[in-house]
């Protein structure tokens, strides 16, 4: 069997490359209780993976009277403070990313955080580690919707099919999917047995750019 490279290695961020879904649940939790309301672990991973502005909403039914724009922004910033104090890396993800980095693979980083956000994470990283961003903000469709992923493989001038996504969340898992990418997922929060994900891996830990190629190999063969 020969081993085909991924035209493109597409990465989530929150919860995939940094476990950063602890940091947004307190400062949800913190801004829903500073309005007296009450915030619950089930609540808030309703809202893991998907758009920002679904959060605001979300929030704003908890009785946060600010406008969307000013929740997420709020957020975004407490949030970003938190990881200022401790980046939270998740297990094996810098070290893959970095591989596939010096293997000359095209990287991007696909988050429904927004962009001054991702850049921040993406500041803390010791390298050049990302071809492309695209962040909530520059889709109309949050995922679950396929818009986000769909951007990034047309930036790179290529078919969703001979991308790879890394995902965790259930919503990041079925964007990746809808836009046609060979998915891996890496549950961290939630199962993803039913997103349609190629490979299911419990870690990145350990896994090297041989694995993901494999996997993307292996779902071409099934395809054919």
Known sequence: MTISKPAAVLWDMDGTLVDTEPYWMIAQTVLIESYGGTWTHDEALD???????????????????????????????????????????????????????????PTALVTMSIRRMAEHVRSFIPFDAFDL?????????????????????????????????????????????????????VPHMLPLDDTGAQALWPTLAGRHTDDISRVLTESRMTAS
């Open 47 to 105: 809202l893991v993976g998907s758009g920002l502005w679904r959060t605001a909403r979300t929030m704003q039914a908890k009785g946060v009277t600010m406008g969307e724009d000013a929740i997420v922004a709020l957020l975004s910033e407490r949030v970003m403070e938190q990881i200022s104090v401790a980046v939270p890396w998740r297990p094996g993800a810098k070290e893959l990313l970095g591989e596939l980095r010096e293997a000359g693979i």
């Open 133 to 185: 961003v695209v962040s909530g903000d520059d889709v109309v469709n949050a995922k679950p919707h396929p818009e986000a992923y769909l951007t990034a493989a047309a930036h790179f001038g290529i078919a969703p099919q001979d991308c790879v996504a890394i995902e965790d969340s259930i919503a990041g898992a079925t964007s990746a999917v809808a836009a046609g990418c060979v998915t891996i997922g």
